[in-house]
């Protein structure tokens, strides 16, 4: 009896190894293909969206779709002509004077990771869940938090990748 369970239990971790396994391997092919080098922008017409009220911006491909702006102008969300479920946005948000001692914490914890073009680090994160994948770029200048995200269906999210890439490295902020 006590064989039995002891094959029973070492079956189970077998099990749940592999299974963890085959879920890092399955993720390990989707960004394979998801590498950010030979993107060709030159390749697609493009518009560039400004902020105002927050001084930023950033380029989209210029037959994608805008969806209402919200009335505090803060940000933009755009929607891919081919899927609307595909969206790039950018907003940002003015930081607590609490939230930003607290902040200050999690910054030493969480380091950049990324340079945009204009030379402003922050920390760039790719989620690859099982239905929505995206990936989500955080910049802080003195008060201010600015975001940029680009989201798809997991399954597509390989197709978006260089794309999103490239425009979270054009994303810019003006200099005040």
Known sequence: MATANKICSLGRRIYRFAASVSGVIALLIILWGCTANNFNAGASAWKTYSN???GFEFPYPSNWTSLAAPENDDGIAFTSP???TVEIRGWASQQLLNSITTNK???KKIKPNFQTAQGVSGVLVVEVDRLVS???LTLTQSQVKYYWEGR????DFQDYYRLFHY???QYRISKS
């Open 52 to 54: 105002s009220r927050y």
């Open 167 to 169: 425009i979270a490295q």
């Open 152 to 155: 798809s269906k997991s399954q």
């Open 82 to 84: 081919q899927d609307k």
């Open 134 to 136: 995206s990936m989500t």
């Open 105 to 107: 914490e999690l910054v």
